[in-house]
């Protein structure tokens, strides 16, 4: 049977005379990506975070998180491949987990690498047909989005995703994109990928317009306005979705629904 070498986002080559059947996900919203590709039957390892379709938690052998692997329970699951993301998990995984098996590293922060991860995944699974109907639905979805927004005027924001330190969504990343998307301007744009920020700079800043509270990795929660927005008086405070603002692959076609209605709110 004739070799197959495909290239991750990374630059890795990978080689199979086969498509992997045995796949260990290390990032959430991959997961649920491999899931709608029509993969559930190949995950045999997920992490605790991948929460969605909910029920796979309880089919699937739980390997640690996205930063903390069981690299034991990972061995003896004897996988093919295991799919991790550059962001989210670190070198140090990747290199002590390329000793079990390959390691394909995706690299997603723009709206182009989204596709070109489903494009991938096509190829590597032998689900070539799913993967250009998810193609092609978000193209359409994306498409319609733009027309949705087009003459809706760019409001300056602040996207937080962590607390102390406080840290917001710099530049360089899947967020921005979708904060960029949406005709937000990140008044952090230009200070890093993910910044520490000091509150009382807030106006300094950049006196944004409107404060996005993300539900994740931080869980903020309403209590949390009156701290944040007390430095920013100008500012509408908002808690927002952080898996639509983050989570690649397929949750992006709900997330353009979600920015319709949170536009509509603002």
Same mark, same amino acid.
């Given at each position: 049977?004739?070799?197959?070498?495909?290239?991750?986002?990374?630059?890795?080559?990978?080689?199979?005379?086969?498509?992997?059947?045995?796949?260990?996900?290390?990032?959430p919203?991959?997961?649920?990506?491999?899931?709608?590709?029509?993969?559930?039957?190949?995950?045999?390892?997920?992490t605790?975070?991948?929460?969605?379709?909910?029920?796979?938690?309880?089919?699937?052998?739980?390997?640690?998180?996205?930063?903390?692997?069981h690299?034991?329970?990972?061995?003896? %699951?004897?996988?093919?491949?295991?799919?991790?993301?550059?962001?989210?998990?670190?070198?140090?995984?990747?290199?002590?987990?390329?000793?079990?098996?390959?390691?394909?590293?995706?690299?997603?922060?723009?709206?182009?690498?989204?596709?070109?991860?489903?494009?991938?995944?096509?190829q %590597?699974?032998?689900?070539?047909?799913?993967?250009?109907?998810?193609?092609?639905?978000?193209?359409?979805? %994306?498409?319609?989005?733009?027309?949705?927004?087009?003459?809706?005027?760019?409001?300056?924001?602040?996207?937080?995703?962590?607390?102390?330190?406080?840290?917001?969504?710099?530049?360089?990343?899947?967020?921005?994109?979708?904060?960029?998307?949406?005709?937000?301007?990140?008044?952090?744009h230009?200070?890093?990928?993910?910044?520490?920020?000091?509150?009382?700079?807030?106006?300094?800043?950049?006196?944004?317009?409107?404060?996005?509270?993300?539900?994740?990795?931080?869980?903020?929660?309403?209590?949390?306005?009156?701290?944040i927005?007390?430095?920013?008086?100008?500012?509408?405070?908002?808690?927002?979705?952080?898996?639509?603002?983050?989570? +690649?692959?397929?949750?992006?076609?709900?997330?353009?629904? +979600?920015?319709?209605?949170?536009?509509?709110?603002l």
């Amino acid at each position: 049977m004739k070799e197959k070498t495909l290239i991750d986002q990374i630059g890795t080559s990978h080689s199979f005379i086969t498509s992997p059947q045995r796949i260990i996900s290390l990032v959430p919203s991959q997961t649920e990506l491999l899931y709608e590709l029509g993969l559930e039957s190949c995950l045999i390892g997920i992490t605790k975070f991948c929460v969605h379709p909910y029920h796979l938690k309880s089919k699937i052998k739980m390997v640690g998180g996205t930063k903390k692997v069981h690299f034991e329970k990972i061995k003896l %699951l004897k996988p093919d491949i295991i799919i991790c993301n550059k962001e989210e998990n670190t070198i140090e995984i990747v290199e002590e987990l390329s000793k079990i098996c390959p390691v394909w590293v995706t690299d997603i922060r723009t709206i182009e690498d989204n596709f070109q991860m489903i494009t991938d995944f096509g190829q %590597l699974f032998n689900c070539r047909t799913e993967a250009q109907k998810w193609n092609d639905k978000l193209a359409f979805a %994306l498409n319609d989005f733009k027309n949705f927004v087009k003459d809706i005027p760019v409001k300056k924001i602040a996207y937080f995703i962590w607390k102390d330190p406080y840290m917001v969504a710099g530049a360089d990343n899947f967020i921005n994109e979708l904060l960029k998307l949406n005709h937000f301007e990140n008044i952090y744009h230009n200070k890093g990928r993910y910044p520490e920020i000091e509150l009382n700079q807030l106006r300094l800043d950049g006196d944004p317009d409107l404060i996005f509270l993300s539900s994740e990795p931080f869980p903020f929660k309403e209590e949390h306005f009156i701290e944040i927005g007390k430095h920013a008086t100008n500012a509408k405070t908002i808690l927002v979705d952080g898996e639509m603002f983050s989570w +690649y692959g397929s949750r992006l076609l709900k997330a353009f629904d +979600y920015f319709k209605k949170l536009h509509q709110k603002l």
